[in-house]
């Protein structure tokens, strides 16, 4: 599956609470690279791009943000507003991150190393990929 929501097991107890998130257990690859957004401004939008091979899981820590997602066939829009839901995004996804509230920290967990050639950021491009079947 190229996109799935994700409840991580959230501890909760008099002193606060405690969410685990562990690779090849709840996250279904091992976690090479962690990254965050924060700080986005409103009204803008980032990503519109895919990804060759790399995979990530989306978790929006505090506040929250929109996600589209875009397999070539079917474009999907998920809200993250807690910190225990992850989005699970794979391969040749087209990807939109939008509507940021203020205090919005978008967490990203991902399965390789930053490499710029993983990306395709020409929509059409993408396009002509998936209906090619290259990747
Ligand atoms: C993705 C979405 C969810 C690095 O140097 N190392 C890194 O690990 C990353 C992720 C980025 N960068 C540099 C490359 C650019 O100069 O940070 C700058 C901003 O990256 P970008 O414009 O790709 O940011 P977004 O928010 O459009 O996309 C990012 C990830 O790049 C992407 O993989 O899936 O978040």
Redesign the pocket.
């Known amino acids: 599956m190229n996109m799935q929501l994700i409840d991580f097991p959230s501890f909760i107890d008099e002193r606060g609470s405690l969410v685990a998130i562990e690779g090849i257990q709840n996250i279904p690859f091992e976690i090479k690279?962690v990254?965050y957004?924060r700080d986005v401004k409103q009204g803008v939008r980032?990503?519109?791009?895919a990804?060759k091979e790399?995979c990530?899981v989306?978790i929006c820590v505090n506040g929250s943000c929109k996600?589209l997602l875009d397999d070539g066939n079917a474009k999907h829009e998920f809200l993250l507003d807690s910190s225990n839901k992850g989005l699970l995004?794979g391969k040749m996804v087209w990807?939109q991150?939008y509507d940021f509230s203020p205090d919005a920290v978008?967490l990203?967990l991902?399965s390789e190393?930053?490499e710029?050639q993983?990306?395709i950021r020409d929509y059409e491009e993408f396009l002509k990929m998936k209906i090619e079947g290259t990747i």
């Not at 980032?46 to 791009?49: E, L, N, T, W």
């Open positions: 690279r990254y957004i980032r990503g519109f791009h990804h790399l990530q989306l996600i995004v990807r991150m978008l990203v991902a190393h930053h710029e993983d990306y």
